[in-house]
């Protein structure tokens, strides 16, 4: 028999701003690598997604002509309205689907955006249905309550859906806490990530950080949205602790986002203006080719269910740094970790990584042959037995 | 008949407290009680409790009551010191055991260090400052060398020898002896008046490792089984060394595990026939040395490979063993007692050993003893550290930059 799930998504690579159209699209790349049948709904028909021919591709048509880049307004979550609209259009999508499409064995919805469609869908079809977390409102808010419209979706979601899989312990003891739901119901299934080699042609050069580099300063990278959830206020102080304590040392902040400005004005109150670069958005090459340049990686984030750039830094070879309330720290052991609000601590380990040679040659040799362990197939694997438990139970009701 | 060398390590070191860059030139208090995990006085009394007393306390009821049983210890300067600040009677309960004539005491470093790899002054120095100190505490010059960890080549071979010890004691790893058994005494290439005690890693093991694991298929491990197992030796391997760290009877293998149990229990049974326990001296006197053997390589007592890569395999390791001996002469110049003595408790070879990354992995973070979470964070303290150190010789109006030999 074969396997067939309907996913519900919100984006997909190359149209995506974060880890959550990475982690959607290599998990259904790898459960197609298994036989099983994948029809995943978009709310954005941007363009056709290249390179997807392993699952079906179904774009919620309607939402195309309000909103060119959907997945941009999901984050910002300020315009609560255009978000509630599209998620209508795709309930709708979802409703018209079941009525016309063979019935699946499981629905998958990923995050609160998709959890309405995904529970609405569960009550028509009798579907078995189950909550992935990539994050939850908690994360978002950088620690805080959140937007309670969100708030309330997410609990309503997660206390319908037959099994919840999160991304880390850290996100599935968020879970527990925050919405009361009981663990027995929650899978952790940790991310994976594929690593895109850069061929020779495809460099580029960031040239003001290679003369940097040549003149014995150390490249600090923070990579993601500018956002509260991302903790780079905390980021900068420590930044200007160590830059006082050791002065060879610049700090990229590669990402856009709400919190932009008063990044920058923060920096120059701090007297380190020069010392912080803000590249504005990157992606692609000039991207990965950050993380090779830096000499280390900060996630720095309040928050963070999982954090696959940490992952994808790792695999450069570069030592990375993250918070203790990081889900990937669970995978990535070969690494520094601090609590977000520990900036004289963060500010001593950016300098003793700046300043020894051993120390970056250990982390970065030792958390490569960890990440070779990883892989999407493992992940694949564990979303399976999910899948198979729910079936079975349903086969026996 | 057959002799038992029983050789028991007592050490601890001085660890360094969570130290920070913003530390460095504020306070030199690296030792100093911070945390739980690095209060050195919190950790000596526990072992003290769990291991120390009861273990010293059943040796003493066994040189007591068995004629024919001795037992030899290595006792660190750093041990020492600790041991004299934190828990003055077990100091005394220590010395009453060496009263009795029935222990001898191995030569070593004071700290506990790999300076014999690194800097001849600075080693003989250390091991002068030990003998010094097993007079003062006990009126004994001891006449056998131990080096840290087993730490063994043909170099220390003949520097014994020239120094006029007796013995040097290492470990009886295969690859070495080849079809020889460490059942023998031998000595290093060319010595005429020095010999080498092997240690039976096989045996020893059972005890330090394997005694608790109930995966192991001889679990549980009875005091009968294993003297079985030395009784089926061949008749004419007469002498077995049992090498291990004191701290195997209560703190690596706990208490409820019958360790303590079966350490009385076998060696009355054992010596209870014409078999005995015996100090180093008294096993030079009753074997003849068998055969010379060849180490040109370092051989130690850890893990699989027997080597030095437990304290110096990885780069952080390296970096570290070096910019800390690259400290010695402008350290030694300052003539500045407290920091040429914060230096030497740097060298310590634990610190180094907190740096290795071979057992930090997935899964595997449980069975890694360190008092950091990480190696990365032991790192930070040890090179805040000796960050610190450099400030200060800089202080003294010296250049204590690395580099400079």
């Not at chain 1, 959550?20 to 363009?47: E, H, M, N, R, W």
């Not at chain 2, 229990?265 to 180093?280: I, K, P």
């Not at chain 2, 450099?390 to 930059?401: C, D, P, S, T």
């Amino acid at each position: 028999m074969q396997l067939k799930i309907l996913m519900l998504g919100w984006e997909l690579p190359p149209h995506n701003s974060g880890g959550l159209g990475v982690a959607c699209y290599q998990l259904s790349k790898a459960l197609a690598s298994y036989g099983v049948q994948i029809d995943f709904v978009l709310p954005s028909t941007t363009k056709p997604h290249e390179g997807v021919d392993f699952m079906n591709v179904l774009p919620v048509t309607a939402c195309q002509e309000q909103h060119k880049d959907v997945y941009k307004l999901s984050y910002a979550n300020k315009d609560i309205t255009s978000i509630k609209t599209i998620q209508a259009d795709y309930k709708k999508f979802v409703e018209q689907y079941l009525k016309t499409h063979e019935t699946p064995h499981v629905i998958h919805a990923h995050d609160w955006l998709t959890l309405e469609a995904g529970v609405h869908a569960k009550k028509i079809s009798g579907v078995p249905l189950v909550a992935h977390v990539h994050a939850t409102e908690f994360d978002r808010s950088g620690g805080g309550y959140g937007n309670p419209f969100i708030h309330e979706v997410e609990q309503h979601g997660l206390l319908m859906a037959d099994r919840i899989i999160a991304v880390s312990d850290y996100t599935k003891r968020l879970i527990v806490q925050t919405y009361h739901i009981p663990p027995e119901k929650i899978d952790v299934v940790h991310n994976s990530f594929a690593l895109d080699k850069l061929s020779p042609a495809e460099r580029i050069s960031y040239r003001y950080l290679d003369m940097l580099k040549k003149d014995g300063t150390s490249i600090v990278a923070a990579v993601g949205r500018l956002t509260l959830q991302k903790g780079l206020m905390q980021f900068l102080d420590a930044a200007a602790k160590a830059y006082y304590r050791y002065n060879r040392l610049a700090f990229v902040v590669a990402g856009s986002g709400e919190q932009r400005d008063e990044l920058i004005a923060r920096a120059a109150e701090l007297g380190i203006a020069e010392q912080v670069i803000f590249t504005g958005f990157v992606r692609g090459t000039a991207w990965r080719q950050l993380y090779e340049i830096a000499d280390m990686f900060v996630m720095s984030s309040i928050s963070e269910p999982f954090g696959i750039t940490a992952l994808e830094a790792a695999a450069h070879g570069t030592p990375v740094v993250m918070t203790h309330q990081s889900g990937v720290a669970e995978v990535l052991t070969h690494s520094l970790k601090y609590d977000y609000w520990d900036t004289d601590r963060l500010a001593d380990i950016m300098v003793n990584i700046a300043s020894s040679h051993g120390l970056r040659e250990a982390i970065a040799a030792n958390a490569s042959s960890q990440l070779t362990r990883l892989s999407w197939t493992q992940m694949a694997e564990r979303c399976l037995n999910v899948y198979h438990g729910m079936t079975r139970g349903a086969a026996h009701a | 008949m057959r002799d038992i060398v029983l050789y028991l390590q007592m050490h601890q070191p001085k660890r360094i407290r969570p130290y920070s860059i913003f530390d460095i030139g504020e306070r030199h208090d690296y030792f100093d009680s911070y945390d739980q995990h690095t209060d050195n006085r919190v950790i000596f009394n526990k072992v003290a409790h769990k291991s120390y007393h009861p273990m010293i306390a059943l040796l003493k009821r066994l040189v007591d009551d068995v004629p024919n049983f001795s037992v030899n210890l290595g006792l660190s300067g750093v041990f020492l010191e600790q041991c004299e600040e934190y828990d003055p009677a077990l100091l005394r309960a220590i010395k009453e055991l060496v009263a009795t004539g029935k222990v001898e005491l191995a030569a070593e470093t004071y700290f506990h260090s790999l300076a014999f790899f690194y800097s001849q002054f600075e080693f003989e120095k250390q091991v002068a400052m030990h003998t010094e100190a097993l007079e003062r505490h006990f009126g004994i010059t001891p006449t056998v060398f131990r080096n840290t960890e087993l730490a063994y080549n043909n170099d220390l071979g003949r520097w014994a020898e020239e120094s006029g010890y007796k013995a040097v004691l290492t470990e009886g790893w295969d690859p070495v002896l080849n079809w020889r058994s460490s059942h023998y005494l031998y000595a290093p290439m060319n010595a005429t008046k020095t010999a080498l005690f092997l240690k039976d890693y096989r045996l020893s093991d059972d005890l330090a490792f394997r005694f608790s694991n109930r995966q192991w298929t001889e679990w549980p491990l009875t005091f009968e089984k294993y003297k079985n197992w030395i009784d089926a030796l061949p008749e004419e391997e007469k002498l077995i060394n049992l090498f291990m760290d004191f701290e195997t009877f209560g703190e690596h293998q706990w208490a409820d595990t019958g360790i303590f149990d079966f350490v009385e229990d076998f060696f009355r049974s054992w010596c209870a026939s014409d078999n005995r326990a015996v100090t180093f001296t008294e096993a030079l006197a009753a074997h003849p040395v068998h055969d010379a053997i060849d180490m040109p390589g370092t051989v130690t007592w850890a893990d699989n490979e027997r080597d030095l890569s437990a304290w110096t395999g990885n780069a952080m390791q390296q970096e570290a063993v070096n910019a800390l001996y690259s400290l010695e002469d402008s350290v030694l110049r300052t003539g500045d007692d407290e920091l040429i003595r914060d230096w030497r408790l740097l060298q310590t070879s634990d610190h180094l050993y907190y740096l290795s990354t071979k057992w930090f992995d997935d899964g595997n973070v449980h069975a890694y003893f360190s008092p950091y979470s990480s190696p990365y964070d032991g790192f930070l303290c040890y090179l805040n550290a000796i960050r610190d150190i450099r400030y200060r010789v800089f202080e003294h109006g010296e250049r204590g930059l690395p580099g400079r030999g």
